[in-house]
Structures are given as C-alpha cells and as structure tokens.
C-alpha cells in the first residue's frame, strides 16, 4: 500500500518541499530522510482534520474558543488568521481592534475588516499566543464563506508542517529536528510572501515553456495557469468555462 505523506517547510532557513510516496519496498528515493524524520520525531501537535472540497479544515480555538473550523492556507502572506464573521468579535471577546481593508484573489474592492492583537489560538493541545486577528465585517447570512477563516502562515513561518493524507492527520514540528536533512526537495522562492516552485509546461505542440506556480493549499483545483501573450499558455481546443474558486475579493 503506497501511503501518501507531505512535508511542508516554508522557513526562512528550510525553504523545501518533499512529497514523499513511500512502501516498505521503496527506500531509496528524494523524501526519504524526511519521511524517516516525521516517522520519529515528537511533533509539538498533531490533530486530525476533515477534507471539505480539496480544502484542510482545521479545528482551531481561539481565546479558549469552541473549535472553529479554519481552512489551512499556504497562500497567506501574512501571519494573521482570518475569520470570516463579525459575530465572532463578541464571541471571541475581541476588544480594541482598527478598521482595516483586505485585499487578495478575486479582483473585486478590498474587503473590509478589524484587526486585533495579542489573541491566543490552540489546536492539537497547541498554544500560540499573540497572535494577530483579523474579523471581516461580514455577518455570518450575508458572508459567501461557510468556514470560519483561514490560517497559514502563523504556523508555516515558524515551523514544519506534516500532512498524511490517507488519514487525514496533521502534524507540527519544531524545525531542529529537520537540521540533519540533505533532501534537496523542490527549491521554493518567495514571492510577497507567498511560496512558489518552478515547473514545465508540456503543450500539445511540444514546446516546453517555463513556468513559476504558486504553492497554495486554499486553492480548491489541482492546477491553474494563467493564459495569453506574456506567458505564451494558451488553452487546448476544447476546454469549459467555469469558476474554479472564491478569494478574499470575490
């Protein structure tokens, strides 16, 4: 049986990533040193988490909160997790906050929020304290979004990131404990804060063209490209239009 497991590091000091197809007959192969790390380490926490629409949900508390169901995101660019109903400032005792406007994927107007700091968030018997919050000014009917919020980069900033994906359990690790690694992984650059990975593209004519893809786990399809002249992807023949996702802007 070929169990399937993701180790994400998105350190400042460990910029890989390692996908690591394993079997018992299978070892000597990219990922193997760190499937052998995540077979031993002690993680900080380890939870399981539900699989909605390609999306990690995670049960996640904040201020000794009930659980929330926060999707995991690779494609935050900044530390803060968002929560995506104004209901939530009262029941979470948020007091103090600053109006502030949010903008990322969907290319409508900036959505407007309140930040505040210094909020303690635990999963996984876990704490991480002071952490920043952000609350869209959305009432739970109108919002578009049934989730709660995201999450991302207050984890991936500070540590490595373990996802089996058979049984749906994450894991968190301090990063010493990948000090000793020599996969050379995939190299990730960063971008706004944002990771990517370089790629080919093989198009039916069969030329290879070099591509860049941002590393994000919120997004729901397995791949987008962009198409037209600067990046010179066009679409097959036949193709269907359709909307692939919601972002922060629409």
């Known amino acids: 049986m070929r169990h399937r497991t993701m180790a994400l590091a998105l350190l400042g ?15 000597d192969r990219p990922g193997e040193e760190v499937r052998r790390v995540l077979a031993t380490a002690i993680p ?10 390609g999306n990690v949900i995670l049960p996640v ?21 968002m929560l995506n109903h104004r209901e939530m400032r009262q029941t979470l005792g948020l007091e103090g906050g600053h109006p502030v406007a949010i903008a ?35 009432g739970r009917a109108q919002s578009p979004w049934t989730q ?28 010493s404990a990948f000090d000793q690694v020599t996969d050379k992984g995939i190299p990730l650059s960063f971008g706004s804060s944002i990771p990517s990975v370089p790629a080919t593209i093989l198009p039916a004519d069969g030329e290879e063209i070099p591509v860049r893809l941002t590393l ?24 269907l239009s359709t909307i692939v996702g919601r972002g922060i802007q629409g």
């Open 13 to 27: 000091i460990a910029l890989a990533v390692t996908w690591a197809l394993h079997s018992a007959a299978e070892d």
């Open 44 to 53: 900080l926490a380890r939870l399981s988490y539900r699989s909605v629409g």
């Open 61 to 81: 508390r904040i201020n000794g909160s009930r659980d929330l169901h926060l999707i995991l995101d690779t494609g935050m660019s900044a530390p803060i997790v």
């Open 104 to 138: 990322g994927a969907g290319g409508r107007e900036p959505r407007s929020g309140t930040i505040f700091a210094g909020a303690g968030v635990s999963f996984g018997g876990f704490d991480l304290k002071d952490q920043t919050v952000i609350v869209m000014d959305e």
């Open 148 to 175: 709660d919020g995201v999450i991302g980069k207050s984890i991936f900033d500070r540590y490595v990131v373990g996802i089996d994906l058979d049984r749906s359990v994450l894991s968190v690790y301090d990063p």
């Open 216 to 239: 994000d786990l919120g997004a729901r399809h397995a791949l987008s490209l962009d198409v037209g002249k600067e990046t010179k992807v066009h679409p097959p023949a036949r193709t």
